[in-house]
């Protein structure tokens, strides 16, 4: 029978992981801090009730993390261009340039924690607007209202920037 917290670190460390390389742009720091999100998430399982999916409450804690890692280090984080992650940058285009990626990149940088939270969870992880809003803390209205806003949001500043998707 399988360690349930080897399980549970084998199933979600890579979504995890892609969730803080996205947000922090640093591999060093996204594996230093997915370490942490799972220490915690293994000290609390027992309070774990079940209101949520067990991703979701992973993702919580992830962002949760992230977040107070951002406030306690509340300089820029270092920007990695030679690290991207075909993983949601390549999607389903096999022929898009690496330039182009590193662009989509940029602009996800550039977007808000929540901004960013929201097109993440959403597009790259495929979470429903319910899963969003228990991770944000947010209804599912302001769930859908941020993921409209944050892409069109993205969009402008792509086109802005590298002149049209």
Do not use: C
């Not at 009730?49 to 804690?61: N, P, Q, V, Y």
């Not at 960013?116 to 209202?145: H, N, P, W």
Request: charged share 35%; glycine share 4%.
């Amino acid at each position: 029978m399988a360690d349930p917290f080897s399980q549970l670190y084998e199933t979600y460390k890579k979504d995890i992981f892609s969730y803080l390389l996205k947000n922090t742009r640093n591999p060093h720091i996204a594996e230093e801090l997915t370490h942490d999100t799972f220490t915690k998430a293994f000290k609390s399982l027992k309070k774990f009730r079940g209101e949520s999916s067990l991703k979701s409450w992973l993702f919580t804690i992830a962002r949760n993390t992230y977040l107070s890692y951002y406030k306690k280090n509340s300089t820029r984080f270092e920007l990695s261009h030679e690290l991207i992650d075909e993983q949601w940058m390549g999607k389903g285009d096999d022929y898009k340039s690496l330039e182009e990626q590193d662009s989509i990149s940029a602009i996800l940088s550039k977007l808000s924690e929540k901004e960013r939270t929201f097109l993440l969870l959403r597009d790259q992880q495929g979470m429903s607007y319910r899963e969003i809003a228990k991770i944000t803390d947010d209804t599912e209205g302001a769930v859908k209202v941020g993921i409209y806003r944050a892409r069109k949001k993205f969009r402008e500043k792509y086109n802005k920037e590298f002149g049209g998707v």
